[in-house]
């Protein structure tokens, strides 16, 4: 073979070679994204799907120990989700403006750990309730005595006046920490979620980085989103140094969790604003429960002469058993935060 054809057949070979390492990056690069696109579209619509399922939540059900359980569950399988996306995708996390936006979010997750501190707190001053709420349960529990004392009463009143001093104490720390929680709940939230603001300027950064990020970035907003309501919600619900409502949710609607996610904010909303309930010192239904049972048992050995008439005791024994309902509620409903 003559050397001219030599070379031109070695030149040749080598621009199909290079054109078909180009196809295949090409490929490769397409497959990556198509990837991306199906990851993100499963995280959005199982964010929409979990919070959906949170708002179907009934009167009674709402704010309860189960509901958070399913809160929380909901809250930590959308960050399993989250974090394999961005496991998948690391590559374009060192690149502006994903760098920015983790880093943001991890930041946020490190003062939710803070809040996360003050609920671990309130659940334990619930546990202290909870001993209390025994003591009026044994010394009127029917199996233990035929009829009730006076003894047994006195008992009984002495620890209920224990349990509304100490949740009166938590109302007034919760009052007058109120600055402070204000305070802590506009740093967490007013950047709450990446580019929350409702100003044009940050409308149109936000979908400039959608583009340089490969729509990576929407599950960052996402999951900023989802951290905001959840640690929000417990702190409405749980008794917490850190208790403040006032944290602005602004959510562009033609997200496809949008409208879950806000049902359940405003929601909870509502639940606050009611007459019985804005004084709580939290939202938890269960907190309602025991206010609403102590306060009619508190009221009743004033009104009460030894012995005991049948029709009154009967009346005892049934408020007894409301609180029973409410205390084996709380029991197994803290069982699982250990």
Request: glycine share 4%; charged share 25%.
């Amino acid at each position: 073979m003559p050397a001219t054809d030599y070379q031109a057949s070695s030149a040749s070979f080598n621009v199909n070679v290079g054109r078909s390492i180009l196809n295949l990056r090409r490929d490769q690069i397409h497959s990556m994204e198509a990837d991306l696109e199906l990851e993100l579209e499963a995280f959005q619509r199982q964010v929409t799907e979990r919070f959906a399922d949170l708002c179907t939540a009934g009167v009674e059900d709402l704010l309860s120990l189960p509901w958070l359980r399913q809160l929380l569950d909901s809250f930590l399988c959308c960050q399993e989700e989250f974090r394999v996306i961005l496991f998948n995708h690391r590559a374009l996390l060192c690149r502006s403006p994903m760098d920015r936006l983790v880093s943001e979010y991890l930041e946020r997750s490190v003062k939710a750990l803070d809040v996360c501190n003050a609920i671990r707190d309130g659940i334990e001053q619930i546990r202290q309730w909870q001993k209390l709420i025994e003591i009026v349960l044994c010394a009127l529990d029917n199996q233990n005595h035929k009829t009730l004392g006076e003894g047994q009463i006195r008992r009984a009143k002495k620890a209920l006046i224990d349990l509304s001093i100490a949740m009166l104490d938590e109302k007034d720390s919760n009052s007058n920490a109120a600055a402070i929680a204000a305070h802590r709940n506009r740093s967490f939230g007013r950047n709450n979620a990446s580019g929350s603001s409702s100003s044009s300027s940050n409308h149109n950064n936000h979908r400039n980085e959608l583009v340089a990020s490969n729509g990576l970035a929407v599950s960052v907003f996402t999951m900023n989103w989802v951290l905001l309501l959840t640690m929000w919600a417990l702190v409405a619900a749980i008794p917490c140094q850190d208790r403040g409502l006032q944290v602005h949710f602004y959510i562009p609607r033609q997200l496809v969790w949008a409208g879950p996610v806000l049902s359940v904010h405003e929601r909870i909303l509502e639940e606050s604003k009611k007459r019985d309930r804005r004084n709580a010192c939290g939202l938890l239904k269960e907190i309602h429960q025991i206010e609403k049972c102590t306060r009619l048992l508190s009221e009743l050995p004033d009104s009460l002469h030894f012995p005991i008439m049948e029709e009154k005791e009967a009346e005892v024994r049934h408020k007894v058993q409301e609180l029973s309902h409410v205390y084996l509620a709380i029991k197994e409903g803290l069982d699982w935060t250990h």
